[in-house]
């Protein structure tokens, strides 16, 4: 696919109300500092040792960079090949945030569309990988399950500060009312936020522009 292609209207909606929730300061732009805040946040709530701690600065900080890394690697099979200068904006947000400039809304958007509309696109198995990251990070007690108190304190640290809407993700995503939801759940319900059209899907369902 031509990643010159626009993203659906609704995948496109999701994408920016993602980087909004990021956007903790709320004044249309993020730079190195705002994601090493957010890494802080993360080692401080959950009292990460030096090892994840880390791994959970190469997914925020250096989150572009690790997907471009992701790509050249996936590169060394030809069956797999990523052309990357189908991606000149992810390497720019990526360049920037490697020294401390400023990404805008529109760049993280245009950058997340290059990602997803390359074939091969690398996004979903990168994606998958950081997201199962943050369930063994939310995971305090490692028994392979989150708690709502857990996810509630996780996605506090990425700027999502209403509990009731995470709440309310947490009991689509638990069904039966177990008290418990496991990786591939969290995992996948995260993947069709960002790539899917479902409009009552869990995440969709509850985060919409009115919880900023």
């Given amino acids: 696919m031509d990643a010159k292609v626009p ?5 496109e909606t999701k994408v920016r109300m993602w980087y909004r ?35 959970i600065r ?23 090949s990523i052309p990357l200068d189908k991606i000149p904006t ?5 360049e920037k945030l490697s020294k ?32 199962s990251f943050f369930f063994k990070v939310f995971d305090t007690d490692k028994d392979g399950y989150l708690i709502e108190k857990d996810m509630v304190r996780g996605w506090r640290c990425f700027g999502i500060d209403n509990a009731k809407a995470v709440k309310a993700v947490f009991a689509d995503l638990d069904p039966t ?20 059209m479902n409009k009552s899907a869990p995440i969709a369902k509850h985060f919409t522009p009115d919880i900023l």
Avoid at 7 to 11: A, M, S
Avoid at 29 to 43: C, P
Avoid at 90 to 94: C, G, L, N, Q, R
């Fill in 21 to 55: 929730l990021h956007n903790k300061k709320r004044n249309g732009f993020m730079n190195r500092a705002d994601f090493i805040e957010m890494t802080d946040s993360f080692i401080k709530e959950f009292k990460l040792d030096a090892e994840m701690a880390e791994e």
């Fill in 7 to 11: 993203l659906n209207p609704f995948v």
């Fill in 100 to 131: 401390d400039g400023t990404i805008t809304e529109d760049e993280y958007v245009k950058a997340y569309a290059e990602s997803l509309q390359i074939d091969p696109s690398p996004f979903p198995a990168c994606f998958s990988e950081m997201v």
């Fill in 90 to 94: 992810v390497s720019m947000v990526a």
């Fill in 177 to 196: 009312g177990s008290g418990k939801v496991d990786r591939d759940t969290y995992v996948g319900a995260w993947m069709e936020y960002m790539t899917g």
């Fill in 58 to 80: 190469s997914w925020l900080v250096n989150g572009w960079t690790a997907l471009i890394k992701f790509m050249k690697n996936s590169a060394d099979d030809p069956k797999t």
